[in-house]
T-cell receptor
Framework: DAGVIQSPRHEVTEMGQEVTLRCKPI?????LFWYRQTMMRGLELLIY????????DSGMPEDRFSAKMPNASFSTLKIQPSEPRDSAVYFC????????????FGPGTRLTVT | AQSVSQHNHHVILSEAASLELGCNYS??????LFWYVQYPGQHLQLLLK??????LVKGIKGFEAEFIKSKFSFNLRKPSVQWSDTAEYFC??????????FGAGTRLFVKA
């Protein structure tokens, strides 16, 4: 199994630009999570999906952030417009629906907004 | 609201020293508990987990953790650390459903 796949691995963009992060969960996993990791705030859950439906988006910082999961094998996290304070590592994780909530993390996308 | 506290933000040890990282959570009901490890430049990986049964859980690479319900704790231990254990360690708690709360992390540096 290839594991959770994220792209790009690194993204550098200018303030005001739109940024789209992509995630492919492990095949057969019904849950998908987006996290943000910063030195100041640690690992924060932004949003998670079950069977492509957003379940809890209470961690999404503000309206500039949006996430979609159009099918079971693909999700995007979009920031528009981006700001320097959005600089962080964004992780995607997935989990199988077998009643066991352990999560499998992707390699992350390191976002730098200048 | 549920929360997870990791008492040490940074720990420095010499090789062969014993390790114990503290983790406490605030929730009175049934919990699922995890320790994840993040090696430098890598993603988080599951180190060990507790769902039920024996409160002493053994994980990969010689790590173990003990769930003490009365203390709301799930401390991570290793008898003898190696330089390759240098990483950040996250305690995580799940109280039902699939939302998991992570602690702030403890950065461990092992001196060779």
């Amino acid at each position: 199994d290839a594991g959770v796949i994220q792209s790009p691995r690194h993204e550098v963009t200018e303030m005001g630009q739109e940024v789209t992060l992509r995630c492919k969960p492990i095949s057969g996993h019904d849950y998908l999570f987006w996290y943000r990791q910063t030195m100041m705030r640690g690992l924060e859950l932004l949003i998670y999906f079950n069977n492509n439906v957003p379940i809890d988006d209470s961690g999404m910082p503000e309206d500039r952030f949006s996430a979609k999961m159009p099918n079971a094998s693909f999700s995007t996290l979009k920031i528009q417009p981006s700001e320097p304070r959005d600089s962080a590592v964004y992780f995607c994780a997935s989990s199988p629906d077998r009643g066991l909530p352990e999560q499998y993390f992707g390699p992350g996308t390191r976002l730098t907004v200048t | 609201a549920q929360s997870v506290s990791q008492h040490n933000h940074h720990v420095i040890l010499s090789e062969a020293a014993s390790l114990e990282l503290g983790c406490n959570y605030s929730y009175g009901g049934t919990v699922n508990l995890f320790w994840y490890v993040q090696y430098p430049g890598q993603h988080l990986q599951l180190l060990l987990k507790y769902f039920s049964g024996d409160p002493l859980v053994k994980g990969i690479k010689g790590f173990e953790a003990e769930f003490i319900k009365s203390k709301f704790s799930f401390n991570l231990r290793k008898p003898s650390v190696q330089w390759s254990d240098t990483a950040e360690y996250f305690c995580a708690v799940n109280t039902g459903g699939f939302k998991t709360i992570f602690g702030a992390g403890t950065r461990l540096f092992v001196k060779a």
